[in-house]
């Protein structure tokens, strides 16, 4: 159960993607597919984000929206697409902000100043021209990437061309078709998840070599 984890992809990230400006050609999109991607999966009430809308998770579908509307705005295409977003963002925004239920995006608490360098780093894709781009490559990974995340290392790419960045987003293209994931790789985090619902569910007991090879993976990885 363990050798295979499937991973989806991203509304958020695609769009991040899809606004990475060609090389050669800086008024067109150097990943055309991912916008292709966008028009084809907007969902019936306008929005884009999971399939199946949990109720508390309205703050995730608002950002994903918003995210793929500014990627159509950035190209100027999907003019229909992108009013029926914004119809979609207009008619939720306000019963959203105002209901405290609902679950806030991943990394919305920062507990200490490392901690708020490292989340603003992790969230650049969102700050423009505004973050020192220079200071947040430190964090870039072998792979790439920063922090393992398409949104975070396409904003890179926007702002300073960088090769590697590039490279590792061609790399998620090739492995995932037309859209990214929010985070890749993930394996260990989500074999770590399974564990802990086994755990939950009290049956570990009966996968006791199958866990033992995810924590001894994940130590060594760490």
């Known amino acids: 159960m363990f050798n295979k984890v499937e991973i989806s992809v991203s509304s958020y990230d695609t769009a991040w993607v899809a606004m990475v400006p060609s090389k050669d050609s800086p008024g067109s999109p150097y990943f055309p597919q991912c916008i292709n991607w966008l028009l084809e999966n907007q969902h019936p009430d306008g929005s ?3 399939p199946r809308h949990h109720r508390l998770l309205v ?3 608002l950002l994903s929206t918003l995210a793929s509307i500014l990627a159509l705005k ?3 295409i999907g003019e229909d697409h992108v009013n029926k977003g914004l119809h979609y963002i207009t008619s939720t925004f306000a019963s959203t902000t105002t ?4 679950h806030n995006p991943i990394g919305g608490s920062v507990c200490n100043s490392e901690g708020s360098k490292l989340y603003l780093a992790y969230v650049a894709e969102g ?3 505004s973050p020192d781009w220079k200071n947040i490559m430190k964090y870039q990974r072998k792979n790439g990437s920063l922090f393992n995340s398409p949104s975070t290392t396409a904003a890179a790419v926007a702002q300073l061309h960088d090769n ?3 490279n590792y987003l061609c790399l998620l293209l090739d492995r995932f078709g037309n859209a990214v994931p929010t985070v890749y790789p993930r394996e260990i985090y989500t074999k770590l ?3 802990d619902s086994l755990e939950n569910l009290g049956i570990a007991r009966h996968f006791k070599e199958e866990i033992k090879s995810v924590l001894d993976k994940t130590y060594r990885y760490f």
Not at 99 to 102: A, H, R, S
């Open 74 to 76: 950035t190209w100027n």
């Open 193 to 195: 998840c399974m564990v």
């Open 127 to 129: 700050l423009g021209n």
């Open 59 to 61: 703050k995730d579908t």
């Open 99 to 102: 209901d405290e239920k609902q």
């Open 48 to 50: 884009w984000g999971l």
């Open 164 to 166: 590697n960045c590039l």
